[in-house]
């Protein structure tokens, strides 16, 4: 419905009176004596609820066995479905199965709760308000930068094992990115959460940006790691591990300034990050200029690892740049 324009008016006792649209009214089944919540925002607008005291029903989505029935589980969750029913004409084969058990697995608080030879029912057991967004973000951002941290190390000492935990540790990184995107997502849907949780439409907008600029570190961490299989036997030169080194704190101070100034809205840290560009194209000059002097085992995945690492360092800047 576009805006619409009422004139206020008022009764001879004083009570000031607006007249609600007949086609709303009629749409949400009000009637002569009705009764509906009003809530105000805190910069003073107020939102009218035609459901006061009626329980809302959850959102039930029904899909069909297909070949892209694990990414359609996921669009459904990140739309806020409670309920997600997964039905075939005769039976649900055991590969599907496992596709379904993968996929509820990678998402927070949903779960199966039935199931037999033609339907699955899966349901999401979280209460939204009890999930914080400014929480989930955190713990996204811990996450992250304990990857950060261990991929630069897997590499410099050629350690797979580590590595491995790297990689295995991005599924945990996705998981709170999925819950932080259904968080906001019900949130924008509903006004009344986002005054419990202190979140205007706009900061939700801009908390959506913020979790996807660390999901995207976390996957550069994940490229990072993954350089340390193709080293094989070699190792960079003790020149390249502490310029290596280097660069990646340079990275996690401009990361860890770029959440700060974000969360606190601290315009000041903000504009230290941008400040770090300097060191960060030194550090990746000497880096280039060194691994030259490499063999060619090493010379194209530090390379390659560096450009990584610059584009955590960019993607922080974009975090930094959130803060108004």
């Not at 892209?68 to 997600?84: A, D, E, K, M, N």
């Not at 976390?218 to 020149?239: H, I, M, N, Q, Y």
């Not at 990050?273 to 550090?283: H, N």
């Amino acid at each position: 419905m576009t805006d619409l324009l009422r004139k206020v008016q008022r009764t001879p006792t004083g009570t000031f009176f607006v007249c609600l649209p007949r086609s709303w009214s009629e749409e949400h089944g009000l009637q002569k004596g009705s009764l509906v919540a009003l809530g105000e925002s805190s910069d003073g607008k107020l939102f009218i609820d035609p459901k006061y005291n009626v329980e809302a029903s959850p959102k039930v989505t029904s899909l069909t066995v297909g070949p892209f029935l694990g990414r359609q589980i996921v669009g459904h969750y990140l739309l806020g479905s409670v309920i997600i029913r997964i039905e075939a004409k005769e039976r649900i084969d055991f590969e599907v199965r496992n596709v379904v058990k993968r996929t509820v697995t990678s998402l927070v608080g949903l779960e199966i709760v039935e199931e037999n030879v033609s339907q699955i029912v899966l349901q999401c057991l979280l209460e939204p308000s009890s999930f914080p967004p400014e929480k989930i973000l955190r713990r996204n951002y811990t996450i992250m930068t304990g990857m950060h941290r261990d991929a630069v190390t897997s590499f410099i000492d050629g350690d797979v094992s580590l590595a491995k935990s790297v990689i295995a540790r991005d599924d945990e990184n996705n998981r709170m990115y999925f819950l932080l995107v259904r968080i906001l997502r019900t949130i924008i849907q509903n006004p009344g959460l986002g005054e419990k949780l202190g979140l205007t439409t706009i900061e939700c907008l801009d908390f959506r940006l913020a979790a996807s600029l660390v999901e995207t570190m976390g996957d550069a961490c994940v490229r990072v790691a993954t350089k340390t299989f193709e080293l094989k036997d070699v190792r960079p030169s003790e020149e390249l591990r502490r310029l290596l080194v280097d660069l990646q704190a340079v990275c996690h101070e401009a990361h860890e300034q770029a959440l700060k100034s974000f969360v606190n809205k601290d315009v000041a840290c903000a504009a230290n990050v941008r400040q770090l560009s300097g060191k960060v194209d030194a550090l990746s000059s000497g880096i280039e200029a060194a691994a030259k002097e490499q063999s060619l085992e090493v010379l194209p995945q530090t390379l390659a690892v560096t450009a990584f690492l610059k584009q955590i360092y960019e993607h922080s800047v974009d975090l930094a740049d959130l803060v108004a």
